[in-house]
């Protein structure tokens, strides 16, 4: 089953070879999606609003490109193989980060559960895991599959993890957290090629 898949996911990456042009322009929108955060969620406090607008715009994306090919969301790293062994290597990781993003919004006096944000409870597991496939998936996997230029393996997980970093600014206790999860997802990612949703457990 697992040699199966790997053989597919080589097929389509060669038979249905994404152009660099594509992998280019999917970056680019990752990052006027993280300049949008800090000008509608940390600037304007348009938080819900710029929220929703991305989880559609994304969703509408993935959407669309699965249409085009069916197995653009294995490619992307959206598998059920090998889930039980990842999940091993990550769950001490992930319950390290909800125990310690509890502690610091505790000691920093930010955890405060009112009626007002509710939406925001409701819709940021679906936003963190935006993040998560538009950081690790869209920037680290197609910088790894650029065509005409090829980067090492550290130099895209460090930038992918300086980027994951740097989106959850003002806090700096966040980015210094969500800084070391990515530099250890992203090998796992790059190694794998599968998607473990943690990055809600450590988003604000």
């Known amino acids: 089953m697992k040699t199966k898949l790997t053989k597919d ?10 152009s660099d042009k594509i992998r280019i322009l999917e970056i680019v929108a990752v990052i006027f999606t993280a300049i949008g955060k ?6 304007l406090d348009l938080r ?23 197995n653009i969301l294995k490619y992307w ?7 039980k062994n990842t999940i091993k290597r990550m769950l001490p990781f992930a ?3 909800v125990v310690l993003s509890i502690v610091i919004g505790f ?6 559960l009112t009626w ?6 409701l819709t940021y597991p679906i936003w963190g895991s935006i993040q998560q496939f538009i950081t690790i998936g869209l920037i680290a996997g197609n910088l790894k599959e650029l065509n005409n230029k090829k980067l090492s393996k550290l130099l895209i997980i460090f930038i992918t993890a300086v980027l994951f970093s740097v989106v959850h600014f003002p806090s700096i206790w966040l980015m210094i957290g969500t800084f070391i999860l990515a530099l250890f997802y992203e090998h796992i990612y790059l190694k794998k090629k599968i998607f473990m949703l943690w ?6």
């Open 9 to 18: 996911l080589l097929e389509f990456s060669e038979k249905r070879l994404i």
């Open 38 to 43: 800090f000008v509608f969620m940390d600037f």
């Open 48 to 70: 819900l609003p710029f929220v929703v607008f991305a989880i559609i715009g994304w969703s509408l994306y993935v959407f669309y490109r699965y249409r085009q090919e069916k």
């Open 77 to 83: 790293g959206f598998r059920t193989d090998n889930f």
């Open 95 to 97: 319950v390290i980060s």
């Open 107 to 112: 000691f920093q006096n930010t955890i405060n």
């Open 116 to 121: 007002h944000i509710l939406p925001l409870l």
């Open 199 to 204: 990055d809600y457990f450590t988003d604000g």
